[in-house]
């Protein structure tokens, strides 16, 4: 059995390790046990998590670092405040999200009445990406716990500080039964997809998400998929360039690139191209400086993810793409400068593979018609944004185009917004997550009716002329 398999009960524990078989037997024990927890009980775990991670947020900071360079600042806006959010939002909605929802009575259930419960699917597996390692394992965590689930979490081995930090704070808030841990590369993630979980919420590439799809499958278990996709950007000919660029260049090379909803290319009118590549180049210097020396510019995950950037510029130069800024390579930094390409060839790599990486691609668009015709014929993305002062377009661009989420003049931003349910369509994912819609991911609609006077008893057998009378009125008065 891989070593990351089994988990420790906490430092100096004289028990013996757990293995994944032992853990997911003693959740689901645990879980059936949860389906009566209160919104009190709930909320005390949920201030547990909320206290574990200000009691650790000086070693977040260090082990993003090591992982990926992640400035401190960056840390806290991308990482610790969305947590913290999330916790507190749940915490402060829960009772009202727990209540049983009212539905009104149809015509044909006239002397009944119903409602909506949301009851605990049960044991949960998360398994959370590398990009984001803090944000998008507690983030779900969090909905997990509101929601009444126990909870198996499987970190990304590709940034081993953050898991080994997650482990930690993992072990010392939680007994086992309610969350674990385990560390561990692929062949953990296979173990624990074998498992009948009640729900995986799985974070990462659609090529991943199909296999996550195809085992939750077996055993007939729901899944929240958060996948990615090139999502485009719109840059019509009324856009505020200024305001326009510092918001995609923010948006695009934060975190280096590595963000699932990071504008992956641009479309420019092209009467505004030149301004706008101008505009985008001043954002980068404005932000970044000399970025191989500045502290605020992350790195590459790995060399392996390196090389695939590195590959992906190289090819659409070598195709004919022209650099306008950046271009700039360290093997030895996993050091990728801010970069900005126009003239790219339809058929490059760049434009077929989502970038995951700070590589810009500016293409120049005349009718409208254009740039929508051409996101339609790919895969839906996580998301679409579009930069325009003109109300119209905006509107246009969001209801001819399919996308996961969009924001107008800004990017990124709705993943921060609580009340807005976050997720992809189709090839860049399935669910939704954040607040109540989070909530429901690992929740289970339960319908439940009561019949108080209600009249569907004369219409049962057996079939005597008056009974098949009434039925017939019935049917006609339906429809």
């Known amino acids: 059995m891989n070593v990351g398999s089994r988990i420790t009960l906490g430092p100096g524990s004289a028990t013996p390790a757990l293995s994944i078989e032992d853990v997911f037997e003693r959740q689901r024990t645990r879980a059936i046990a949860l389906r009566v927890s209160t919104a009190d009980e709930r909320i005390a775990t949920l201030r547990r998590l909320e206290k574990a991670i200000l009691g650790r947020r000086a070693a977040i900071y260090a082990a993003l670092a090591a992982d990926l360079h992640k400035p401190e600042a960056e840390a806290d806006l991308s990482e610790i405040m969305p947590i913290l959010s999330e916790i507190r939002h749940t915490c402060r909605h829960l009772k009202s999200w727990m209540a049983p929802r009212r539905v009104p009575a149809t015509l044909a259930m006239l002397g009944t009445k119903a409602a909506i419960r949301h009851e605990p699917k049960g044991v949960s597996l998360i398994i959370s990406p590398w990009n984001y390692p803090f944000n998008l394992t507690f983030g779900p965590l969090a909905s997990a716990i509101g929601a009444g689930c126990t909870a198996i979490i499987k970190p990304s081995e590709l940034t081993p500080h953050s898991a080994a930090l997650m482990a930690e704070i993992v072990r010392d808030t939680f007994a086992p039964d309610d969350v674990a841990l385990f560390e561990g590369d692929a062949s953990v993630a296979t173990a624990l997809l074998d498992l009948p979980f009640d729900h995986i919420f799985f974070t990462g590439s659609p090529a991943v998400g199909k296999v996550v799809m195809a085992a939750a499958a077996k055993h007939l278990a ?102 306008h800024a950046g271009g700039t390579a360290d093997a030895g930094q996993n050091f990728v400068a801010p970069t900005l390409l126009s003239n790219v060839s339809a058929d490059s790599l760049i434009m077929q593979e989502e970038i995951f990486g700070p590589v810009l691609p500016i293409l120049p668009y005349g009718d409208l018609a254009m740039p929508v015709r051409e996101i339609n014929a790919r895969p839906k993305p996580l998301a679409l944004y579009v930069y325009t002062k003109d109300k119209a377009i905006a509107d246009r661009v969001i209801t001819e185009t399919s996308a996961g989420g969009s924001c107008v003049n800004a990017s990124m931003a709705h993943f921060l917004h609580a009340n807005l349910p976050f997720g992809g369509v189709n090839n860049s994912g399935i669910g939704n997550a954040h607040g109540f819609y989070g909530f429901r991911a690992f929740s289970h609609e339960r319908a439940v009716l009561s019949d108080k006077f209600s009249a569907t008893p004369m219409l049962f057998p057996p079939y005597s002329g008056r009974v098949k009378q009434m039925i017939k009125m019935t049917v006609k008065f339906f429809t």
């Not at 090139?230 to 660029?245: C, G, R």
């Not at 301004?275 to 000399?290: K, L, N, S, W």
Request: a neutral charge; one cysteine or more; proline letters at 4%.
């Open 222 to 323: 729901s899944v929240t998929l958060e996948l990615g996709g090139k999502s485009p950007v719109i840059v019509d000919e009324t856009a505020d360039l200024k305001k326009s660029a510092r918001s995609i260049v923010w948006g695009k090379f934060a975190n280096n690139g590595q963000t699932c909803i990071a504008p992956d290319y641009a479309y420019v009118h092209e009467s505004r191209m030149p301004q706008f590549i101008d505009a985008a180049r001043g954002a980068i210097a404005a932000m970044y400086g000399d970025a191989a020396a500045s502290p605020d510019y992350c790195r590459i995950v790995n060399a392996r993810h390196f090389a695939r950037v590195r590959n992906l510029i190289d090819d659409a130069t070598t195709r004919g793409a022209t650099i």
